[in-house]
């Protein structure tokens, strides 16, 4: 039942198919919904946008989820989550039995995140409006993928602002704390404790890259539980310096070694600070690649400038210990960093350390993470390789 009618500002985002409505783009609101409701959204002149749920203590007040004069229901769910998953099987997944599932926004649900690890899987439920409907949610998941268990992750920031606590645990079954699972024919372990949903599903493309060249000595930084290292020892390379602060993520990355029968002799792990280590590395040429995979340095367009200055400090002090040929695999996943801001970054680190760079990859997310171009928000991984001459 549509409790109330939000109607829009000429200069709302929503009329031109972005799906989020800030405070400062609503007219008026006719009727009194609360939060959670779901509510109609209309332009000044009065013509039908979307429909959505609504969250006064939010700055985004509604998220459109339908374009359409629809119920939300039961019967809704299953049509877009059905949907999105068969996106997901029309793909060739290089003997994986793991992808996102569902990727929020870009799957017309704001506020869900479902990643498949195997026959498990793990869920995020972002804001309130979709915790209202997660007991929805998780039976037409139950019914589309039968999972032996569905883990709720719900620790984002995100939740927080939606004024919700953050929730983890079993919520359909029981499985494992580290759930195992293939990507590209590997063992891998989603570690039910660690960051995001568990593993970074979204770098699986690019670490199957990473694995075609055969370095004789590498050094994976922010390396979390050793995706880019598995793929490349794997796959023949030779010795890995892995350095991550968590020691969690070190254990479960030897865990991931073990699984694939690496020798843990080809590898040393060093448990410290990132910034710290390339600082003391200095002067050292010693690698034919360096991996650079940092979480998102700034959460806000306030934090621009200092992520820009920590991404050219991470990435000077990187080339600085690549050997003339080398490679230089650096990533960014801070949205409010563009592209063309990031290869900046790289050139003005290139240009300060006297090197020169020839790209040979650019990439970003895999099709399970689709980019919705009407909504800037949903694109937000930047992955270049780079190599160095002098």
Not at 92 to 102: L, T
Not at 161 to 166: I, M, Q, S, T, V
Not at 319 to 324: C, V
Request: hydrophobic letters at 40%; charged letters at 25%.
């Amino acid at each position: 039942m549509i409790v109330a009618k939000v109607i829009l500002a000429p200069h709302a985002r929503a009329l031109k198919r972005h799906p989020w409505i800030f405070k400062n783009e609503v007219l008026k609101i006719e009727g009194s919904p609360e939060d959670g409701d779901i509510v109609d959204v209309l332009s000044s002149r009065g013509y039908f946008v979307g429909r959505g749920y609504f969250n006064s203590s939010s700055k985004i007040v509604v998220r459109i989820l339908t374009r359409k004069k629809e119920e939300i229901s039961r019967s809704f769910f299953h049509s877009k989550i059905k949907s999105a998953l068969m996106h997901r099987l029309n793909y060739r997944w290089n003997d994986s039995n793991a992808f996102r599932v569902v990727y929020s926004e870009s799957d017309g649900i704001p506020g869900l995140i479902v990643d498949k690890f195997g026959e498990y899987l793990v869920v995020q439920f972002n804001t309130l409006g979709i915790e209202k409907l997660k007991s929805t949610i998780v039976d037409v998941l139950r019914e589309l993928l039968d999972p032996v268990g569905i883990y709720e992750k719900d620790d984002e920031p995100s939740r927080k602002r939606e004024g919700l606590e953050k929730c983890e645990g079993w919520i359909l079954g029981k499985g494992p704390e580290l759930i195992p699972f293939e990507l590209n024919g590997l063992n891998f372990l989603c570690d039910t404790h660690g960051q995001k949903t568990g593993f970074f599903l979204d770098q699986r493309m690019n670490a199957w890259f990473l694995s075609r060249f055969r370095f004789a000595r590498f050094l994976d930084v922010f390396c979390y539980t050793g995706n880019f290292t598995v793929h490349c020892l794997a796959n023949g390379g030779g010795e890995a310096t892995m350095v991550d602060y968590s020691e969690r993520a070190l254990e479960v990355a030897r865990l991931n070694l073990k699984s694939n029968n690496i020798d843990l002799g080809k590898v040393r792990m060093i448990r410290a600070n990132a910034f710290d280590y390339l600082k003391s590395m200095q002067g050292v040429k010693a690698f034919d690649a360096v991996f650079l995979d940092p979480p998102s340095l700034a959460k806000s367009s306030h934090s621009l400038d200092a992520a820009l200055r920590g991404y050219k400090e991470l990435n000077l002090r990187a080339l600085k210990l690549l050997k003339n040929g080398g490679l230089l695999a650096t990533s960014s996943c801070t949205r409010i960093v563009s592209r063309e801001a990031f290869e900046e970054v790289i050139r003005s680190a290139a240009r300060d350390t006297r090197v020169s760079l020839k790209r040979v990859f650019t990439s970003g997310q895999p099709p399970d993470h689709p980019e919705c171009l009407h909504v800037p928000e949903t694109s937000y991984l930047k992955f270049n390789v780079y190599m160095v001459g002098v």
